[in-house]
């Protein structure tokens, strides 16, 4: 009896070390290109097929959960799941709350947006979405800060006149801006952050070292530039 107990768990120890782990990939779903609901209702997008590739690389069983941006750091700490990859700006402020990965995308700049090019940013009202870099930044300025929970929102209140401008990071307001007949970027570009990376509890050290590994060899091999071209076009910032 006491081999047939001994080899049954043998067989699950082994089994058990065949196995992933499983990991819960926290996104915004409102954010594109970085992440989006496409029209099969999943969530989709640069991160998502980033995300899907540290996966693998990592060898993690990843599966993906939407939470809205302004909960989305405590419910990471709180364990409704186990990352964020949300084109979050790795910055000091975060850094007490969570810990970082490398960052899979360089700083990038942030850019202003308004419905004519003559709108002066001195005392103006300036719409940005809520617990970003972009809103603390305006926050520290002249400037009047309207707050929104989407970038969507931001820019309709450019639009119906609550705002005088929108401050956003370029890649996501920059399709906006080319798709429409009357936005249009004024004033000058701003770098705010030290790139854009995954977030994770504090606690886990071995899934930061694991995904860390992973976006090293995305680096190294060229694939990361390669898959920042295909979602942001050939004029993005890459890695050098």
Known sequence: MKTLILA???????AGMGMAQTVRMGTEGAYPPYNFINDSGEID?????????????AELDCTWVKNDWDSIIPNLV??????I?????????????????????????SSYVALNDDVSLEGAVVAAQT??????????????????ATIDEVLAAVRN??????????????PY??????????????????GIGIGVRQSDDELREK?????????????????????????????E
């Open 8 to 14: 049954a768990a043998a067989l699950a120890l082994t």
């Open 211 to 239: 995904l860390n590994a992973a976006i090293a060899s995305m680096k190294e091999d060229g694939s990361l530039n390669e898959m920042i071209t295909k979602w942001f076009g050939e004029d993005a910032q890459t890695h």
């Open 177 to 194: 801006v080319e798709e429409s007949e009357d936005l249009t970027f004024i004033g000058d570009q701003v770098s705010l952050d030290e």
């Open 161 to 174: 006149g609550e705002a005088d401008a929108a401050f956003g990071d370029h890649e996501v307001v920059r």
């Open 131 to 148: 617990g970003t870099v972009q809103s603390a930044y305006i926050a520290q300025t002249d400037a009047t800060l309207l707050e929104y």
């Open 45 to 57: 997008g640069f991160e998502r097929e980033l995300g899907d590739e540290l996966c693998r690389r």
């Open 85 to 109: 990859i949300a084109a979050m700006s790795i910055n000091d402020e975060r850094k007490q709350a969570i810990a970082f990965t490398q960052n899979y995308l360089p700083p990038a700049p």
């Open 78 to 83: 709180s364990g409704n799941y186990d990352t």
